[in-house]
């Protein structure tokens, strides 16, 4: 009997993952986390090579408090990839959520120095720097967020066709609400 999967299985597998991936992240944005896990630890069984499929398990798992799971998943995908800014912005968010801001700078400025545009690490990082008093920095660090996030947000909607353009507003409208915060706090 011949025991040799053929090359389509693994594509195929892969395909799956990916499709599980996109439907986890879906769920995480609706606020389904746990129904998300289970995408996920789908994409990952099918996939176990994908970082973004770990680092994506490691927000379902931080959102629901099982702090030591998230943090396996972030060190997982960054084993995977150690140039995966979103890992790296994630472990920063432990960091951060433990009370260990230094160590959530390091990892926000490891993220930025692997990709320099994520809006995401920048806006972390301006909160950290302003639960720690640097509000000049803090100031300047959440406006390049916004303005990097609105780059982001055109190419998506260049990517699907104008769908991310109709949530621009509502983001926009979070960004504003976060940054008046963190300034009248």
């Not at 994908?50 to 997982?76: D, H, I, M, P, T």
């Not at 993220?111 to 302003?130: F, S, T, W």
């Not at 916004?146 to 990517?159: D, S, Y």
């Amino acid at each position: 009997m011949n025991n040799i999967t053929p090359p389509h299985a693994h594509a195929d597998a892969v395909s799956r993952a990916h499709e599980l991936l996109a439907q986890g992240e879906r769920l995480l944005d609706q606020g389904r986390i746990r129904e998300a896990k289970e995408q996920l630890l789908e994409s990952v069984r099918l996939d176990p090579a994908s970082a973004a499929a770990r680092n994506k398990l490691g927000v379902c798992y931080a959102r629901l408090e099982q702090w030591e799971n998230a943090r396996e998943q972030f060190l997982e995908a960054l084993r995977l990839d150690p140039t995966y800014a979103p890992a790296h912005s994630n472990m920063g968010n432990l960091h951060r959520e433990a009370g260990r801001l230094d160590d959530a700078v390091s990892s926000y400025l490891e993220a930025l120095r692997h990709d320099p545009e994520y809006h995401i690490a920048y806006h972390n990082l301006g909160v950290v720097y302003k639960q720690q008093g640097k509000i000049s920095e803090a100031v300047s660090l959440l406006k390049r967020a916004q303005r990097l996030e609105k780059v982001w947000l055109r190419q998506q909607a260049r990517e699907r066709g104008g769908l991310a353009a109709s949530h621009s507003a509502w983001v926009w409208l979070i960004v504003i609400a976060v940054i008046a915060y963190l300034l009248l706090r």
